[in-house]
């Protein structure tokens, strides 16, 4: 059957069960629910400091073809996911679900847990490096569920994605089992993403290296949920929170297409006392920020927010007034973890609060301005940020869909052709995030407005700016790098790609 | 005609190839190549690169590039530099 | 006309990317560089991909000169001349150069337009001034050839020849921007400032600039596209000075209804100096897309 992206989908698909279609981006299921949560609690004393993870999963009741969980709050950095792991497989478990929100090149000890039957199952909401690969050439038993960043914490509250056990890397934690991400050797920030893994698994389970006298303030998330506590002597590397991707391009096209991108925000009229923005990492889009503030201090404009990922760069916007407050969902680097400790209206939100589009207001619905990447987008303005173009898995939504889906203005940033890949396809290797969503490309030769958008498109023009139709940009394109070969059709599923309400939106095939 | 000498050209950063060159001992033109692009372009690369050869007059080559997404006007510039190259006493 | 070429960008020769990319930072002219921005051992490299290049891509509204190495002084000046000049660009970039050389270009470049059927004369010659003889002999290379469309003031190469220091303020190269904005001005062509260097340091460069427009120059050279933008900032016209061009033309007009050879302004007479002034400020006000009736003040 086609969903509303025209993708074929099957109905029914092995191992992940099945196919509830994408309808569009803003169709009504039935009334969302938040599931009921049994509290299962160990009924011994209010002692709940173990002595090691083994312990802890014998307490938990951890068994064969369980789902377990992990933030991704120390990313590359990441310790926490690889040592559970290698304790699970070392006292022979098997058949383990991995629901982790994203997962990282540090991660790769993961792929001999997959050949060994460890771990058959994975869920996630980004996923790159050697665990990718892996998956694409069809590694894993059952196939990858790429959530969104809002997808994700829905499942999780719907029930459409249990948690039996989660382990909460916790940089600061007390015997009790508050925990807080701001303090400790690996300090992240914020964990928004363990939030609804706090509130909804069977058993949580706290694993921290900095274990501090009771109480452990501030407290993020609280010893209400808690069943353990496991002192280890390190969550990891916090130099590995710092993404490659915080820094500002200096490459003259990506700042180039910054510029013009700066130019169709100046011009679409949203550029006004309380505006609120988000970029996605990445240096174009960074820039796109530098770009703004410059724009926002000669117009002496005083924004209402700036939210997602936090790196030092808008740590500082925030310290110069220009934004009233930061939504942090996440810190990108060790400046906004330092600023999270100090400033109140460094806020942290957790990822339903984020971008779950099924409660009752997540902040992507308060964005003004949304600035996102893309691998590959399509003359229907669907956007690729799942696979490159030979259908490797290098990425996935993460905030993507929800953000574009949110915001007043989502604008796609992207270089026109990249190592003689033109970007604009006349079909995307996989579709991440919906056209309908995306209101306009921003290219180095030009600027791509949805037709949705009239009303935008004459904006710009009036602006002075350099519109075209999205298949102008794609002659233009094609005529510097000749067009590409397209890829056979992929037979076998090796993931599947949920939209943020949880319908499919795209699969993706074994390489 | 023949090159005399092997030969290199371009680089391997991005939009670049590098192209090396050697005589044969087998007859025409013998290409190893590699590309970030190879399912995408490697067809249309090979038949730039041989294109290239072919028309500066050269009958045997043993020719390896390796390809980081260049254009045709990047990748035959590079091939035409390495036989010229290989050609000078 | 004056104000052509505001910037003028230069880009290494040797670099497939900048090549494929050069067109799209609105700078009025790219200088695609075979000489310093390209190393001994890739010069034949570099010349034919960028004569490749060029004879691929459209660079729109951007205007393509390439400097060659030295004609005279180096194994590689005529080579390059050969190869690139028949690719079609707009102009050659002559470093360090002197009437001979020019001589040399023209006839070279006659010789290249016929075989190529171009009309004669359509590629121009931009001189790079840059030593001591070269600023001394202006007014006898800027009319050694009717291809000259303008001059570039290479201030790193002459100071290192004059022995004196470059700095950030520039002092040291008053004198000389002084002379090629007159010697320039004087044969009716563009007076090019020589680049400044710090590509961080936005605010040096709009005073640098600045600086170089009080003389008399004509348009600023760039070696980062980041530069461009403030570049043209500093050339455009002023809305001051654009409402009182405006204000000069309309009386003007209104001098000329009722029948008045002359006429004041706010109490100071108008003569025909300011109002071929008013009309350059207007042109270059249109160039930059101002409309009539906007008031950008």
Not at chain 1, 234 to 250: A, E, H, N, P
Not at chain 1, 343 to 371: C, E, T, W
Not at chain 3, 85 to 104: F, Y
Request: negative net charge; contains cysteine.
């Amino acid at each position: 059957m086609l969903n509303a992206v025209r993708r074929e989908l099957p109905e029914y698909i092995e191992g992940y069960g099945q196919v509830k279609t994408f309808q569009g981006a803003n169709v009504e299921q039935d009334k969302p629910v938040r599931r009921q949560v049994v509290i299962d609690k160990d009924s011994v004393d209010g002692n709940k400091v173990l002595s090691s993870l083994q312990e802890a999963m014998a307490r938990c009741g951890l068994t064969d073809g369980m789902t377990i969980s992990f933030h991704h709050h120390l990313r590359n950095g990441d310790h926490v996911l690889n040592m559970v792991l290698e304790e699970a497989a070392r006292l022979g478990f098997k058949n383990l679900k991995i629901a982790a929100s994203s997962i990282f090149p540090v991660h790769a000890p993961l792929v001999r847990h997959m050949e060994n039957g460890v771990v058959t199952g994975l869920c996630t909401n980004y996923i790159s490096g050697p665990v990718a690969e892996a998956v694409t050439h069809g590694l894993l038993h059952t196939p990858l569920v790429m959530h969104t960043h809002g997808g994700r914490a829905r499942a999780i509250e719907a029930g459409d994605l249990s948690v039996d056990v989660a382990f909460l890397a916790a940089p600061s934690c007390d015997a009790c089992g508050n925990i807080n991400g701001v303090n400790g050797p690996a300090a992240c920030g914020f964990l928004g993403y363990a939030i609804a893994d706090a509130h909804y698994a069977r058993r949580v389970v706290a694993i921290t290296d900095n274990l501090v006298e009771y109480p452990n303030c501030p407290v993020e998330i609280s010893q209400e949920y808690v069943d353990y506590v496991v002192p280890v002597a390190s969550l990891g590397d916090v130099q590995g929170i710092i993404s490659g991707t915080t820094m500002i391009t200096r490459d003259p096209v990506g700042l180039r297409i910054a510029q013009f991108a700066a130019e169709v925000i100046a011009a679409s009229g949203l550029l006004k006392e309380n505006f609120s923005f988000q970029t996605g990492a990445g240096g174009i889009s960074l820039a796109v920020a530098a770009y703004v503030r410059e724009m926002m201090k000669k117009q002496k404009i005083t924004g209402s927010f700036a939210s997602g990922g936090i790196t030092g760069y808008l740590v500082e916007m925030l310290e110069e007034g220009l934004f009233r407050a930061v939504f942090d969902v996440q810190c990108f680097d060790l400046l906004a973890v330092e600023s999270q400790r100090r400033n109140r209206r460094h806020q942290g939100i957790s990822a339903s609060f984020y971008a779950n589009p099924h409660n009752k207001g997540a902040v992507v619905n308060n964005l003004d301005v949304m600035i996102l990447g893309a691998t590959e987008i399509d003359k229907d303005f669907n956007v690729n940020v799942t696979t490159d173009s030979n259908g490797v898995l290098i990425g996935g939504s993460g905030g993507h869909s929800d953000t574009a889906a949110g915001a007043k203005l989502s604008i796609v940033v992207t270089k026109l052709t990249k190592v003689r890949l033109p970007i604009i396809r006349d079909a995307v290797t996989t579709i991440t995030t919906p056209g309908e969503t995306v209101d306009a490309v921003v290219t180095e030769r030009g600027i791509a407005v949805n037709p949705r958008r009239g009303d935008l498109r004459q904006r710009l023009e009036q602006a002075g700016l350099l519109v075209m139709t999205i298949d102008e940009l794609q002659e233009i394109a094609q005529a510097m790098t000749g067009k590409p070969d397209s890829l056979p059709p992929g037979r076998d599923i090796v993931a599947v790609v949920e939209y943020r309400d949880g319908t499919v939106i795209d699969v993706v095939y074994k390489v | 005609m023949d090159i005399k000498h092997p030969a290199k050209a371009g680089s391997l950063e991005s939009n670049d190839i590098y192209v090396m060159v050697e005589p044969s001992s087998e007859e025409g033109i013998v290409l190893e190549l590699d590309s970030i692009v190879m399912r995408q372009f490697g067809r249309h690369i090979e038949a730039a690169i041989k294109e290239t050869v072919t028309k500066l007059g050269i009958d045997n080559i043993r020719i390896v590039a390796k390809d980081r997404g260049a254009l045709d006007f990047t990748i035959k510039a590079r091939v035409e530099t390495a036989v010229k190259r290989a050609l000078e006493e | 006309m004056e104000g052509c070429r505001r910037s003028m960008l230069f880009m290494p020769g040797n670099n497939p990317g900048m090549l494929q990319s050069a067109g799209v930072f609105s700078a009025d002219s790219i200088i695609f560089d075979l000489e310093d921005g390209v190393s001994l051992q890739e010069k034949d490299s570099a010349r034919l991909l960028l004569r490749n290049a060029l004879q691929t891509f459209d660079y729109g509204g951007t205007e393509v000169v390439v400097r060659v190495n030295n004609l005279t002084g180096s194994p590689y000046g005529l080579a390059d001349v050969e190869v690139i000049a028949p690719a079609g660009v707009a102009a050659i970039m002559l470093p360090k150069a002197t009437e001979k050389e020019i001589i040399l270009l023209d006839k070279m470049l006659a010789e290249i337009e016929t075989k190529t059927e171009r009309t004669t004369g359509s590629t121009k010659i931009f001189p790079l001034i840059e030593t001591a003889y070269g600023l001394m002999h202006l007014k006898r290379i800027i009319s050694s050839s009717i291809r000259i469309a303008g001059v570039l003031l290479g201030a790193e190469d002459l100071t290192a020849d004059l022995g004196i220091k470059r700095t950030r303020d520039g002092e040291e190269i008053f004198m000389a921007r002084c002379q090629v904005a007159i010697a320039c001005r004087a044969a009716g062509i563009d007076a090019i400032d020589t680049p400044f260097a710090d590509v961080q340091d936005q605010e040096g460069l709009i005073k640098d600039t600045q600086k170089a427009k009080a003389l008399g120059l004509t348009g600023k050279a760039a070696i980062n596209p980041r530069q461009i933008g403030l570049i043209h900032e500093v050339f455009a016209p002023s809305p001051e000075e654009v409402l009182y061009a405006r204000e000069v033309i309309t009386a003007m007009q209104e001098a000329e209804k009722e029948g008045k050879g002359v006429f004041s302004l706010h109490n100071k007479m108008i003569d025909a100096p300011i109002i071929s002034r008013a009309q350059a400020v207007l042109a270059k006000a249109r160039q930059y897309g101002w409309k009539e009736g906007e008031n950008h003040a």
